[in-house]
């Protein structure tokens, strides 16, 4: 049964795998959790589309809990090499790169033939990994698409991640309205204390 419970999150429609990473938001200065439930996991099912195909059980909420954190150490992690690592990096992006990979041994994509052409349809051994799989396909696709544009907001405050999709590339804020005017708010006030 589709759940009618509202989203509470500050930023939605974001592609699958950073609309996981943003089931955890700060509000009024704490941590918030969309996930600490099932009731919590059948909300993000429904607001990506995933009701009807995937079951709000433990099982399902315990891998989609292990592809968060993966696609957390994976998006936020340190630099693959060059400039600026620093020891201890290398390893830790190692095990990042290494638990989204073990994600996706939980599922596979069969190549079809549709009315409209070539398709491909995910499978799993276990349905309970259907969402955590998905998730982790989708953050491959998007390094395949733009790596530099999977961002995380530049407010301070702030710990939601987005894709850019503006033009030139230069996105800063998880949304203009929240973050964004809190930054120039704060800048303000800056100047006019100083002078």
Not at 53 to 71: K, S
Not at 92 to 119: K, N, Q, S, Y
């Amino acid at each position: 049964m589709p759940t009618t419970t509202p989203d509470p999150r500050p930023l939605t429609g974001e592609p699958l795998s950073l609309d996981l990473l943003n089931t955890r938001w700060i509000a009024d200065g704490a941590l918030q959790d969309l996930l600490t439930g099932t009731d919590g996991l059948a909300v993000w099912l429904a607001a990506n589309g995933l009701d009807g195909r995937f079951t709000a059980d433990a099982a399902t909420l315990r891998h989609v809990l292990r592809a968060r954190e993966a696609l957390k150490a994976a998006v936020d992690g340190a630099p693959a090499s060059g400039a600026g690592a620093v020891p201890g990096e290398a390893a830790t992006r190692e095990a990042a790169i290494a638990e989204v990979d073990a994600l996706l041994e939980h599922g596979r994509v069969r190549p079809t033939l549709t009315a409209e052409g070539p398709g491909e349809r995910p499978e799993f051994a276990d349905r309970a990994w259907g969402p955590a799989w998905l998730a982790a396909r989708d953050y491959l696709r998007l390094l395949a698409t733009a790596p530099g544009r999977i961002r995380g907001c530049a407010h301070e405050a702030c710990v939601l991640h987005f894709f850019d999709t503006s033009r030139n590339g230069t996105r800063r804020w998880c949304s203009m309205a929240g973050c964004g005017n809190r930054a120039k708010a704060s800048r303000h006030y800056a100047r006019t204390k100083d002078a």
